[in-house]
T-cell receptor, first 114, second 115 residues
Framework: AQTVTQSQPEMSVQEAETVTLSCTYDTSESDYYLFWYKQPPSRQMILVIRQEAYKQQNATENRFSVNFQKAAKSFSLKISDSQLGDAAMYFCAVQGAGSYQLTFGKGTKLSVIP | GAGVSQSPSNKVTEKGKDVELRCDPISGHTALYWYRQSLGQGLEFLIYFQGNSAPDKSGLPSDRFSAERTGGSVSTLTIQRTQQEDSAVYLC?????????????FGPGTRLTVL
């Protein structure tokens, strides 16, 4: 079984500032993948960043980076130079390497203040 | 290329009626998934297709829910005798392969409202 916990239902950040969204997870899998998805008001989920658990190096995608702490089962998302278009729901998810389904947290609503 | 599409975008129905939700995955994607997103909740996995087969249907909430996929492409999620608790956004996703951390590409969802 897998669980994902996002302890911050809502967050806000000033435009151009940096914000970190928290995520903790639990899985019985020895190998797994972690994801952050963004869901804007249009409802379409968009992959932000992906981390392979066996890789120690934290994934980065432009202004988005993660802090992956495997022993603590923590997978936080850092957004640098926040833009108005970053306002959305952000979902953390885990997938076992031999599995197909994603297990999602309940999401964090991010607001960007101009 | 075209992404995942879903129809209808919104569906309002009366309690007790049957509804069909459609998903067109990205061409060539063999894996297809259905998730349900209820108000204030995360996404709940419903069912997974590899080709036309559904190896795991355990996520379907009740026997009122069924799904099929034909020709390794289009999928239909059917809810019979709808109840108010079925109201949610139903999201479909597809990926090139089912496992291995492949990115799942999501459609815009169908918002179902049961009156």
């Amino acid at each position: 079984a897998q669980t994902v916990t996002q302890s911050q239902p809502e967050m806000s950040v000033q435009e151009a500032e940096t914000v970190t969204l928290s995520c903790t997870y639990d899985t019985s899998e020895s190998d797994y993948y972690l994801f952050w998805y963004k869901q804007p008001p249009s409802r379409q989920m968009i992959l932000v960043i992906r981390q392979e658990a066996y890789k120690q190096q934290n994934a980065t995608e432009n202004r988005f980076s993660v802090n992956f702490q495997k022993a603590a089962k923590s997978f936080s998302l850092k957004i640098s130079d926040s833009q108005l278009g970053d306002a959305a729901m952000y979902f953390c998810a885990v997938q076992g390497a031999g599995s197909y389904q994603l297990t999602f947290g309940k999401g964090t609503k991010l607001s960007v203040i101009p | 290329g075209a992404g995942v599409s879903q129809s209808p975008s919104n569906k309002v129905t009366e309690k007790g009626k049957d509804v069909e939700l459609r998903c067109d995955p990205i061409s060539g994607h063999t894996a297809l998934y259905w998730y349900r997103q209820s108000l204030g909740q995360g996404l709940e996995f419903l069912i997974y297709f590899q080709g036309n087969s559904a190896p795991d249907k355990s996520g379907l909430p009740s026997d009122r829910f069924s799904a099929e996929r034909t020709g390794g492409s289009v999928s239909t999620l059917t809810i019979q005798r709808t109840q108010q608790e079925d109201s949610a956004v139903y999201l479909c996703a597809s990926s090139g392969r089912g496992r291995g951390g492949n990115e799942q590409f999501f459609g815009p969802g169908t918002r179902l409202t049961v009156l």
